[in-house]
């Protein structure tokens, strides 16, 4: 009767809301299970809106995941727009789940993907809303146990004081092992404080609560100890097999429009080519692939049973895939009478040939997009970016040739040792892009769309770049006005990322746990939606910092000691440290290191496999 009297009193609101169908539930595909045959509740909350959430494919493969165990009903949360909130807050209703109307503080384990930084705030947002305290020490029950993983896991110190437990590194490996414990937990009736000691020994779980940490009189940390028999390092979790690990064969098919609106399935994990200022680059590895056979099924399965009209294969860089050529073959040979596109993503400009594009454009000809990074052949050694100016513009040169007239440039601003020249560089390749298609297109009357976006560098833990300082906002907005100067050529769009998201993202992605309070500041003077420009309030974070005793350039804008202890060397992400650093060097003198598929680089991730081994 209660459930039947709060679902009527959401629905009332639903009317005054910006796109309803962000809240309603009910998609074609989403699971519904009898409560009183469960015995673990399981929120999947993706802090930020439906539209965004719901095109992350981690999240749909761990929804699948955990709805396949008897037993476990997994459910979906997400951020609402500023609307919604405030309806649910004047009508004094928490946020629900979209499967059963539930409100989040019924769950037993709530679950939170750490996709970026700018997030965090709606981290605690949802949890107050949800009717669940915010910090982890006022929750003293198992029930609304908070758990997170992701990217931004491999720091998660600054929310150390929100999260009782971190998953690292595939969900799919870890996530059950936690389930089953608190299913035995919650049988047995432990403690939440015997149940965290318990759980901090499977290998790749980060429990903050076991872990002390102490820091130097100038603010670094000294030492980060473990209690009560935890590991001194939580090393990351890896699927062993792509081929054999769970996928699912249905996608939950959203009900309102969302930004990836498409099927997907994961050609491999990992990517062999080593940017220095990637993250993922490093943190995925090492390099797994799935076979070809297993993609054509999965593909198949998945469109068979959700109607999609457009397929992605996915992959840090889709056009390193060995078995690519055979792979499209066999998509196209499904997707074309079926009048279903096929979108590769991710291709790299040294890789990209008239095969490929022919197949490509056989079911779409949309813009094709490459990652040129720096306007320098030194600076793009310094990143290890690995590709030619003349990969670019022969890349380009195919592409115009086949008839391609919208090409997308990416850049970054403010990477290491970056020099005007650098930016000069910019400038000068898009020209070439622009002359390439004057020489190379069939049909001038319609015109070139060439867009350059240039976002702005920020250091990342468990990089090689980790020990670098980013760019004050300053030279940020300095280098981003002189781009507009010298962003001429005809045909060419400049766009560019806004600085002070990105040095906010900076000072939280190198945090420590000193800054929770200042997240908590933040929230509590009302930052959330951080991500979108219409709510980001740069002076209200810094506000938060300085009341808080913090300062964001120590975070931000310092260079870091190659002997400095990191709040994150306590989290293993495959690559070693020692690497990570050997690679810093290198990038001092601009010396490449060649992909893995060409040469073992050493970064000791290959041990992670059974009976793998590092090659240097």
Same mark, same amino acid.
């Given at each position: 009767?209660?459930?039947?009297?709060?679902?009527k009193?959401?629905?009332?609101?639903?009317?005054?809301?910006?796109k309803?169908?962000?809240?309603? %539930?009910?998609?074609?595909?989403?699971?519904?299970?009898?409560?009183?045959?469960?015995?673990?509740?399981?929120?999947?909350?993706?802090?930020?809106?439906?539209?965004?959430?719901?095109?992350?494919? %981690?999240?749909?493969?761990?929804?699948?995941?955990?709805?396949?165990?008897?037993?476990?009903?997994?459910?979906?949360?997400?951020?609402?727009?500023? @609307?919604?909130? &405030?309806?649910?807050?004047?009508?004094?209703?928490?946020l629900?789940?979209?499967?059963?109307?539930?409100?989040?503080?019924?769950?037993? $384990?709530?679950?939170?993907?750490?996709?970026?930084?700018?997030?965090?705030?709606?981290?605690?947002?949802?949890?107050?809303?949800?009717?669940?305290?915010?910090?982890?020490?006022?929750?003293?029950?198992?029930?609304?146990?908070?758990?997170?993983?992701?990217?931004? #896991?491999?720091?998660?110190?600054?929310?150390?004081?929100?999260?009782?437990?971190?998953?690292?590194? @595939?969900?799919?490996?870890?996530?059950?092992?936690?389930?089953?414990?608190?299913?035995?937990a919650?049988?047995?009736?432990?403690s939440?404080?015997?149940?965290?000691s318990?759980?901090? &020994?499977?290998? %790749? $779980?980060?429990?903050?609560?076991?872990?002390?940490?102490?820091?130097?009189?100038?603010?670094?940390?000294?030492?980060?100890?473990?209690?009560?028999?935890?590991?001194?390092?939580?090393?990351?979790? $890896?699927?062993?097999?792509? @081929?054999?690990?769970?996928?699912?064969?249905?996608?939950?098919?959203?009900?309102?429009?969302?930004?990836?609106?498409? #099927?997907?399935?994961?050609?491999?994990?990992?990517?062999?080519?080593?940017?220095?200022?990637?993250?993922?680059?490093h943190?995925?590895?090492?390099?797994?692939?799935?076979?070809?056979?297993?993609?054509?099924?999965?593909?198949?399965?998945?469109?068979?049973?959700?109607?999609?009209?457009?397929?992605s294969?996915?992959?840090?860089?889709?056009?390193?895939?060995?078995?690519?050529?055979?792979?499209?073959?066999?998509?196209?040979?499904?997707?074309?009478?079926?009048?279903?596109?096929?979108?590769?993503?991710?291709?790299?400009?040294?890789?990209?040939?008239?095969?490929?594009?022919?197949?490509?454009?056989?079911?779409?000809?949309?813009?094709?997009?490459?990652?040129?990074?720096?306007?320098?052949?030194?600076?793009?050694?310094?990143?290890?970016?690995?590709?030619?100016?003349?990969?670019?513009?022969?890349?380009?040169?195919?592409?115009?040739?086949?008839?391609?007239?919208?090409?997308?440039?990416?850049?970054?601003?403010?990477?290491?040792?970056?020099?005007?020249?650098?930016?000069?560089?910019?400038?000068? $390749?898009?020209?070439?892009?622009?002359?390439?298609?004057?020489?190379?297109?069939?049909?001038?009357?319609?015109?070139?769309?060439?867009?350059?976006?240039?976002?702005?560098?920020?250091?990342?833990p468990?990089?090689?770049?980790?020990?670098?300082a980013?760019?004050?906002?300053?030279t940020?907005?300095?280098?981003?006005?002189?781009?507009?100067?010298?962003?001429?050529?005809?045909?060419?769009?400049?766009? /560019?990322?806004?600085?002070?998201?990105?040095?906010?993202?900076?000072?939280?992605?190198? %945090?420590?746990?000193?800054?929770?309070?200042?997240?908590?500041?933040?929230?509590?003077?009302g930052?959330?939606?951080?991500? /979108?420009? &219409?709510?980001?309030?740069? &002076?209200? /974070?810094?506000?938060?910092?300085?009341?808080?005793?913090?300062?964001?350039?120590?975070?931000?804008?310092?260079?870091?000691?190659?002997?400095?202890?990191?709040? /994150?060397?306590?989290?293993?992400?495959?690559?070693?440290?020692?690497?990570?650093?050997?690679?810093?060097?290198?990038?001092?003198?601009?010396?490449?290191?060649?992909?893995?598929?060409?040469?073992?680089?050493?970064?000791?991730?290959?041990?992670?496999?059974?009976?793998?081994?590092?090659?240097?």
């Amino acid at each position: 009767m209660e459930e039947r009297v709060l679902h009527k009193k959401i629905e009332a609101i639903l009317s005054r809301v910006q796109k309803p169908a962000r809240y309603v %539930g009910g998609e074609w595909g989403s699971i519904t299970k009898d409560k009183e045959k469960t015995d673990l509740r399981f929120a999947f909350c993706f802090p930020d809106v439906y539209e965004v959430g719901m095109s992350h494919l %981690g999240s749909r493969i761990l929804y699948g995941l955990l709805n396949e165990q008897e037993g476990i009903w997994c459910e979906r949360v997400f951020t609402p727009w500023v @609307d919604m909130e &405030q309806e649910l807050r004047s009508a004094g209703l928490p946020l629900y789940a979209l499967e059963s109307g539930d409100p989040l503080n019924a769950f037993d $384990i709530i679950g939170f993907t750490l996709q970026y930084e700018l997030s965090f705030t709606n981290i605690l947002n949802m949890l107050d809303l949800g009717g669940v305290p915010v910090m982890a020490e006022e929750r003293t029950t198992l029930k609304n146990l908070v758990v997170a993983g992701g990217p931004c #896991a491999y720091n998660p110190e600054p929310l150390c004081d929100f999260v009782d437990l971190f998953m690292i590194g @595939d969900g799919e490996e870890v996530i059950l092992d936690l389930t089953s414990l608190y299913r035995k937990a919650k049988r047995e009736n432990w403690s939440k404080g015997f149940f965290l000691s318990e759980v901090a &020994q499977i290998p %790749g $779980i980060y429990v903050p609560s076991q872990y002390e940490v102490t820091y130097c009189d100038d603010g670094t940390v000294r030492a980060v100890t473990p209690k009560n028999g935890a590991p001194a390092v939580v090393q990351k979790r $890896i699927v062993q097999d792509l @081929d054999t690990m769970y996928y699912p064969e249905s996608f939950v098919v959203p009900s309102t429009d969302i930004v990836f609106d498409r #099927a997907m399935v994961e050609l491999f994990r990992g990517c062999p080519r080593g940017c220095r200022f990637c993250q993922a680059g490093h943190t995925y590895r090492p390099l797994r692939t799935k076979s070809k056979d297993v993609l054509l099924r999965q593909a198949k399965n998945v469109l068979k049973n959700s109607g999609y009209e457009e397929i992605s294969l996915s992959s840090l860089s889709t056009s390193d895939y060995g078995e690519l050529s055979a792979l499209t073959e066999g998509m196209l040979d499904y997707c074309e009478p079926r009048h279903i596109s096929l979108s590769l993503p991710s291709l790299r400009a040294d890789s990209f040939s008239t095969e490929l594009m022919q197949r490509v454009q056989k079911t779409r000809k949309s813009g094709l997009t490459f990652a040129c990074e720096a306007g320098s052949q030194r600076l793009r050694d310094v990143i290890n970016k690995n590709i030619t100016e003349d990969d670019v513009l022969h890349a380009c040169e195919i592409a115009f040739q086949g008839g391609w007239n919208n090409v997308k440039l990416y850049f970054m601003l403010g990477l290491p040792t970056e020099t005007m020249e650098d930016l000069d560089g910019i400038a000068e $390749i898009c020209k070439k892009v622009a002359y390439c298609w004057r020489m190379n297109t069939n049909n001038r009357a319609r015109g070139v769309r060439i867009t350059a976006s240039a976002s702005c560098f920020v250091p990342k833990p468990q990089t090689p770049f980790q020990w670098d300082a980013q760019d004050t906002l300053e030279t940020l907005r300095e280098k981003q006005a002189y781009m507009k100067t010298i962003m001429k050529t005809k045909n060419v769009t400049y766009n /560019w990322h806004d600085a002070e998201t990105s040095v906010l993202e900076g000072v939280i992605a190198r %945090g420590d746990r000193r800054q929770g309070k200042a997240i908590y500041l933040a929230w509590q003077r009302g930052c959330k939606l951080d991500g /979108w420009d &219409q709510f980001f309030d740069y &002076q209200t /974070w810094v506000q938060a910092f300085q009341d808080c005793g913090l300062d964001p350039a120590f975070y931000a804008s310092r260079h870091r000691e190659l002997s400095e202890t990191f709040p /994150w060397d306590h989290i293993g992400c495959g690559s070693s440290k020692l690497h990570l650093q050997k690679e810093w060097e290198l990038s001092r003198k601009a010396a490449v290191t060649p992909d893995c598929m060409m040469k073992c680089a050493g970064c000791g991730a290959a041990t992670l496999l059974k009976g793998g081994k590092c090659c240097v």
